[in-house]
């Protein structure tokens, strides 16, 4: 049985190419269920009244959740379905603003550029990850290495 490959190979991609995935809401249970799964309860995500006295007024994701979910974004792009090897690095990474429950975000892919790497049978492709709200304001950036493989001979 051969499986069916969805996602580019390393030598289809070129600098400059462009994608964008579909949109996720964040929810309360995000947040609660992310709170449990890393022991991270502090009030501004947790405790509603708590969050009402501080500056934004509201409970906020873990920057670490916004994180995860654009991971999970970039995936929902199909670019790397099947292709990818390793998430080989973060280059670097800004949260920028604040992501509320209630708000609708998804990931600009931009790729900046490309290295072969013949002796692992691909290469790396360095992206530009942008997360966005409903908006279109940038809430989370950064710069992630991928090892992409190669198209099979």
Do not use: C
């Amino acid at each position: 049985m051969t499986t069916l490959m969805r996602g580019k190979y390393f030598d289809e991609f070129e600098v400059g190419m462009n994608f964008v995935s579909p949109g996720r809401t964040i929810t309360e249970s995000d947040i609660v269920s992310f709170a449990g799964l890393s022991g991270d309860y502090t009030q501004i995500h947790t405790d509603a009244e708590f969050s009402k006295t501080t500056p934004v007024g509201q409970r906020v994701a873990h920057g670490l959740l916004g994180l995860s979910i654009a991971s999970g974004l970039a995936v929902r792009t199909g670019v790397l379905e099947g292709t990818v090897i390793a998430f080989r690095e973060i280059v670097e990474w800004k949260f920028v603003k604040t992501i509320f429950i209630g708000d609708t975000v998804r990931v600009s892919l931009y790729v900046l550029e490309t290295k072969a790497l013949p002796r692992l049978r691909g290469g790396t492709v360095n992206i530009e990850l942008r997360l966005l709200n409903q908006n279109d304001d940038v809430v989370m950036k950064g710069i992630w290495k991928v090892l992409v493989a190669s198209k099979p001979e």
